[in-house]
């Protein structure tokens, strides 16, 4: 059975509530302290699990506290942990706030993810080619380069999520067989404005199809998606399923099915609208990982 491997990132997201940002030497309290998984790796992965496959993660957590917490909530998706290191120093750690207004602000301290590499899960983790390695862009360049050609050189495909948006080595680009973008990412790729409309977005798929990719998404919020496969390019509808409550987290469940969908070897035209089924789930409930409970099931096709 076809697994998806995740190499990248986990955090622990401590979120707290305020009524206004402080201005800097102030002091405020805040309300309603909370702990919980983040990362984009680590959504993704819970994402996966819940959509219904094997998921493996490879990455690392620090010696800290918030180290073996993040172990547990990783594995109580579903989501094996045996390559999951721990290194000496912080976990991953986003310090988030949220204002009265709904606006945020994030700062982020990468710990251990700085450390991610696929070298120890080589001698005991072998993709089949059947299986869909996915990577984003919260791990260094080159754990991303080594993971690209470890999946490889197993016959094992790659989904990269350029997320959030870096400069990529046009060879590393080349070499990708999904591309996972939102709307945002992919005009900062290409150096082009964020489209603005579907069209717009079609044509900006299809640039992205150019620097290499088989296959590119490229996500447009309550707009659903962009697509671009070979030589044929598409649009494809967000679902209203209900009151989006909280978008965060709804692209990492767009990635984590999107990965299920194509290691249960379905075209890439129908991984996408399980990536879209996905991530409009998500918004109903609060929170990333929390909110995957209810995501649908990939059912093969
Ligand atoms: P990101 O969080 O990476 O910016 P998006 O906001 O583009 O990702 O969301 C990913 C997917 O989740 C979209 O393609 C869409 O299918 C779904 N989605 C996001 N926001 C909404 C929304 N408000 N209503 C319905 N579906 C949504
Ligand atoms: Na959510």
């Avoid at 706030?97 to 945020?104: D, F, K, L, M, P």
């Avoid at 390695?133 to 999520?161: C, K, M, T, Y």
């Avoid at 489209?195 to 150019?210: F, V």
């Avoid at 996500?219 to 679902?239: F, I, K, M, Q, V």
Wanted: aromatic share 4%; hydrophobic share 45%; net charge negative.
């Amino acid at each position: 059975m076809a697994r998806v491997i995740v190499v990248g990132s986990i955090n622990q997201d401590v979120t707290v509530t305020v009524d206004r940002f402080p201005d800097p030497g102030e002091t405020l309290s805040g309300s309603s302290l909370t702990y919980s998984l983040g990362g984009k790796g680590a959504n993704q992965a819970a994402g996966a699990a819940h959509s219904g496959v094997a998921v493996a993660f490879v990455g690392a957590v620090g010696s800290d506290p918030s180290g073996q917490r993040l172990r547990s909530d990783l594995a109580s998706h579903g989501v094996d942990v045996t390559h999951l290191r721990e290194v000496d120093g912080p976990s991953g750690t986003a310090l988030i706030t949220v204002a009265a207004s709904g606006e945020n602000t994030i700062i982020l301290d990468a710990g251990a993810n700085a450390s991610v590499t696929v070298e120890p899960a080589k001698a005991s983790l072998f993709p089949s080619p059947a299986d869909i390695v996915v990577l984003q862009a919260e791990i260094p360049a080159e754990a991303n380069d080594a993971a690209l050609a470890w999946a490889h050189s197993f016959g094992a495909r790659v989904v990269l999520n350029l997320a959030p948006a870096r400069p990529t080595d046009a060879a590393f680009m080349a070499r990708i067989d999904i591309l996972v973008v939102n709307e945002t990412e992919a005009g900062l790729t290409l150096g082009t404005p964020t489209p603005s409309n579907p069209t717009q977005a079609i044509g900006i798929a299809r640039a992205l199809r150019a620097l290499g990719p088989e296959h590119v998404m490229v996500t447009l919020g309550a707009d659903g998606a962009a697509w671009a496969s070979g030589s044929e390019a598409g649009h494809c509808p967000a679902l209203t399923l209900g009151e989006a409550v909280d978008t965060t987290g709804a692209g990492d469940a767009c990635v984590g099915a999107l990965a299920a969908a194509m290691a249960l070897g379905k075209p890439f035209v129908e991984a996408v609208a399980d990536g879209i089924r996905a991530g409009s789930t998500a918004v109903l409930a609060p929170g990333a990982a929390p909110s995957y409970a209810t995501l649908p099931r990939v059912t093969r096709r």
